[in-house]
C-alpha cells in the first residue's frame, strides 16, 4: 500500500513563501510520476504542478508558472513545492498525489495524500 504524507503548510502573508513536501512510502518512489494539486473552497480540486519519475520534465499551471517550484529528491523519496510570491488566490488545502503512468494526465493519479492547507492572508 502507497502512502504520502504532506508537510509544511501554514498561514503565510501575500508576498511570502513556503515549501510543501510529501513523503512517500511502499513501494519504489522512482515508479511514480508525482503533482501537487490543490482544492479551494467551493471550487474543483485542481492540478497545480507535476514532474515525470526522473524529474527531467515539469508541468505548472499558468496560475502558478514562475512563482512555484516541483522538484523530487530520488534518494528521500520526497516531493517538494516551493511557493514564492504567494497570493491570497493560492489559499486552498493542497494534495500530494502519485501515479503509476509515466506521464499521466490530471485524471490519471493513483494514490493521494491527505491534504495541507495552505493560507495566504493579503
Known amino acids: 500500500q502507497v502512502q504520502l504524507v504532506e508537510s509544511g503548510g501554514g498561514l503565510v502573508q501575500s508576498g511570502g513563501s513556503l515549501r510543501l513536501a510529501c513523503a512517500v512510502s511502499?513501494?519504489?518512489?522512482?515508479?511514480?510520476?508525482m503533482a501537487w494539486f490543490r482544492q479551494a473552497p467551493g471550487k474543483e480540486r485542481d492540478l497545480v504542478a507535476s514532474?515525470?519519475?526522473?524529474?527531467?520534465?515539469?508541468y505548472y499551471a499558468d496560475s502558478v508558472k514562475g512563482r512555484f517550484t516541483i522538484s523530487r529528491d530520488n534518494a528521500k523519496i520526497t516531493v517538494y513545492l516551493q511557493m514564492n510570491s504567494l497570493k491570497p488566490e493560492d489559499t486552498a488545502v493542497y494534495y500530494c498525489?502519485?501515479?503509476?503512468?509515466?506521464?499521466?494526465?490530471?485524471?490519471?493519479?493513483?494514490?493521494w495524500g491527505q491534504g495541507t492547507q495552505v493560507t495566504v492572508s493579503s
Open positions: 511502499g513501494r519504489t518512489f522512482s515508479s511514480y510520476a
Open positions: 514532474i515525470t519519475r526522473s524529474g527531467g520534465s515539469t
Open positions: 498525489a502519485a501515479s503509476i503512468y509515466s506521464a499521466p494526465p490530471p485524471t490519471g493519479y493513483n494514490y
